[in-house]
């Protein structure tokens, strides 16, 4: 069975950290295109951090680049998204997503959500005073 299962949103105030995890099942984590994706209440799903599946490069957002950092330990299936000096405008729902497909551009693949077959149900970050 395929599912991804995302932990640890919550609230915090700006400049400081969070880290979500993303445990996958049903896939093999180091066969797997991943990615991080964001959206905000009124606005379109964006794509944050992705890797490909095929050498396993990494695209960041320019908004998230030096802040952000997605790290992954394939024994436990599991993905993580490290978020430093979080901002307001940070404050959205997180999904992480899975593709099983050969993706080797890691930019391609953050350009649009239906790259991605396989979601978590989402975690809610809100930074806020």
């Known amino acids: 069975q395929v599912q991804l299962v995302e932990s640890g949103g919550g609230v915090v105030q700006p400049g400081e950290s969070l880290t979500l995890a993303c445990l996958l099942s049903?896939?093999?984590?180091?066969?797997?295109?991943v990615g991080w994706f964001r959206q905000a209440p009124g606005k379109e799903r964006e794509g944050v951090v992705c890797?490909?599946?095929?050498?396993?490069?990494?695209y960041y957002d320019d908004s998230v680049k030096g802040r952000f950092s997605s790290s992954r330990d394939n024994a436990k299936n599991t993905m993580y998204l490290q978020m430093n000096n979080l901002k307001p405008e940070d404050t959205a729902v997180y999904y992480c997503?899975?593709?099983?497909?050969?993706?080797?551009?890691?930019?391609?693949?953050?350009?649009?959500?239906?790259?991605?077959?396989?979601w978590g149900q989402g975690t809610q970050v809100t930074v806020s005073y």
């Open positions: 997503a899975a593709e099983r497909a050969l993706t080797p551009d890691p930019r391609r693949l953050c350009s649009r959500p239906d790259n991605f077959a396989s």
């Open positions: 049903g896939f093999r984590l180091d066969y797997t295109a």
């Open positions: 890797i490909s599946n095929g050498d396993g490069r990494s």
